[in-house]
């Protein structure tokens, strides 16, 4: 039967959820009109008063954030709140360029473990579990976001960071840890290490995961989950609206709920900005309804995701995004072709091979290269060039009917392409040295 962390708020109707939405929507964007100069700005160049917001109905009308403007007002130009309120600073990954810093209150950390605390809560989290944090430590918001939820639930906590998989398994191992989290790529690396060191998926005590913080595929999930022994579930966020928590999966594994009591969200045409109808596929846009240190009104994430509103099984009414299979600036033009690194993914996973790839862009005599460095499992690894070359072809020919255009494939021997312990580097595009 499914549990909540805060089941009022969770289960909630409709009809509740939009009053709390447009209560705060209201205070929200008063506080940050008259506390945010750089947002003020945008206002008046827009022409929108905060008189003008009476409800989330009304969010249309307000201006976009986006990274741009985040680095553009850093480090304190859109700070929510005198910095004497603040108590921490979080950064990005820097996944995409210059690092962006964001600011929290206690009132905003208390809400994001909250929100951290629901996701530990959906993938069946108890104060008897003992759930390893093995996201980084740090600026990163991965490790304090999970740790935080996780002391809010009341398990008992592993603050291991990423990295040290000896460790990551010995801990795992002597403790009886029960949920592990941290980014898809490292589970899959801390799998595969449990079966190099001769351990079966069922000699661990795990029984849920919490993966985020990167795009993953099914197949992925479905690697996972048979190389630990358990159920995987996905969480997302991003530093800039708190960290992970903002939306999270429950057991019916069909995309994330959004904790709407805290953030609103919108789908828009990533080229005319202009908002979409529920379903479409646009990109995400975030408006925090009651942060107080960085209170990030219309915030353009770049993620890529469809929308539901159909009732889910396990209770929960907030409303559900799909999975961001990678951010529009992921996205890979290669000749003139749309190729995202997780359609690449899905082909690999589903060809039978791990998810130890890599995938090198580059351009030769004005023409873009595609190059997809595979490697082999010991037991597929074989000496024989040619069996190689057959294998090569055949993984050619998947990619092409999935991608549309032709990469090139290697296949490499056992260990070649390094493994990630935090976001994984998948994309090596040298098209821009280049330019
Ligand atoms: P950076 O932008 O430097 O990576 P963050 O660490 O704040 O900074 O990462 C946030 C981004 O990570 C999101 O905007 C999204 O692109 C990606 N992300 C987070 N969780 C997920 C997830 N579950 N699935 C896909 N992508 C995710
Ligand atoms: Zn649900």
């Known amino acids: 039967m499914a549990r909540y962390f805060q089941p009022e708020i969770e289960t909630a109707s409709r009809?509740?959820?939009?009053?709390?939405?447009?209560?705060?929507?209201?205070?929200?964007?008063?506080?940050?009109?008259?506390?945010?100069?750089?947002?003020?700005?945008?206002?008046?160049?827009?022409?929108?008063?905060?008189?003008?917001?009476?409800?989330?109905?009304?969010?249309?009308?307000?201006?976009?954030?986006?990274?741009?403007?985040?680095?553009?007002?850093?480090?304190?130009?859109?700070?929510?709140?005198?910095?004497?309120?603040?108590?921490?600073?979080?950064?990005?990954?820097?996944?995409?360029?210059?690092?962006?810093?964001?600011?929290?209150?206690?009132?905003?950390?208390?809400?994001?473990?909250?929100?951290?605390?629901?996701?530990?809560?959906?993938?069946?989290?108890?104060?008897?579990?003992?759930?390893?944090?093995?996201?980084?430590?740090?600026?990163?918001?991965?490790?304090?976001?999970l740790n935080g939820g996780s002391h809010k639930v009341g398990c008992l906590t592993l603050p291991m960071s990423s990295g040290n998989t000896d460790r990551q398994i010995q801990f795992m191992m002597d403790l009886g840890s029960t949920i592990i989290c941290c980014t898809p790529s490292y589970a899959a690396y801390i799998g595969e290490t449990l079966a190099e060191k001769?351990?079966?998926?069922?000699?661990?005590?795990?029984?849920?995961?919490?993966?985020?913080?990167?795009?993953?595929?099914?197949?992925?999930?479905?690697?996972?989950?048979?190389?630990?022994?358990?159920?995987?579930?996905?969480?997302?966020?991003?530093?800039?609206?708190?960290?992970?928590?903002?939306?999270?999966?429950?057991?019916?594994?069909?995309?994330?709920?959004?904790?709407?009591?805290?953030?609103?969200?919108?789908?828009?045409?990533?080229?005319?900005?202009e908002v979409l109808p529920e379903g479409s596929k646009g990109e995400l846009v975030f408006t925090s309804l009651d942060k107080e240190g960085f209170p990030l009104l219309r915030y353009r994430t770049r993620d890529i995701c469809v929308l539901s509103r159909e009732k889910c099984s396990c209770g929960r009414t907030h409303v559900k995004m799909s999975k961001p299979m990678g951010r529009s600036d992921d996205m890979l033009i290669i000749r003139g072709v749309n190729v995202f690194p997780s359609q690449i993914e899905t082909v690999l996973l589903n060809e039978g091979y791990t998810p130890n790839y890599q995938i090198v862009v580059d351009r030769v005599n004005n023409s873009d290269t595609l190059d997809i460095n595979v490697e082999l499992t010991p037991e597929q690894f074989s000496d024989k060039v040619s069996d190689t070359q057959e294998r090569e072809r055949k993984l050619e020919g998947a990619m092409r009917t999935m991608l549309g255009i032709g990469p090139k494939v290697h296949l490499l021997p056992p260990k070649s392409v390094v493994r990630s312990e935090g976001k994984a580097v998948r994309v090596i595009d040298n098209r821009k040295l280049h330019d």
């Open 15 to 145: 009809e509740k959820i939009l009053e709390i939405q447009n209560e705060k929507i209201v205070k929200q964007v008063k506080h940050v009109y008259e506390n945010v100069e750089y947002y003020r700005n945008l206002m008046d160049e827009k022409g929108v008063k905060p008189e003008d917001i009476k409800s989330v109905d009304d969010i249309k009308k307000l201006p976009f954030l986006t990274k741009a403007d985040l680095r553009e007002a850093y480090p304190y130009g859109l700070l929510g709140t005198d910095i004497k309120n603040c108590v921490r600073i979080q950064s990005t990954s820097g996944t995409t360029g210059k690092r962006v810093v964001a600011f929290y209150t206690q009132h905003d950390i208390d809400i994001w473990e909250e929100c951290c605390a629901r996701a530990i809560v959906a993938v069946g989290g108890t104060e008897e579990d003992v759930c390893q944090v093995c996201y980084g430590y740090g600026l990163f918001t991965g490790g304090p976001g």
């Open 198 to 273: 001769g351990y079966k998926p069922e000699d661990n005590k795990l029984k849920a995961g919490i993966f985020g913080a990167e795009p993953w595929t099914e197949e992925m999930r479905r690697n996972i989950e048979k190389s630990l022994g358990i159920k995987a579930y996905d969480i997302y966020g991003l530093t800039e609206t708190s960290g992970p928590g903002v939306s999270f999966e429950c057991e019916e594994q069909t995309g994330m709920h959004i904790n709407e009591d805290h953030f609103y969200a919108e789908i828009i045409d990533p080229d005319t900005g």
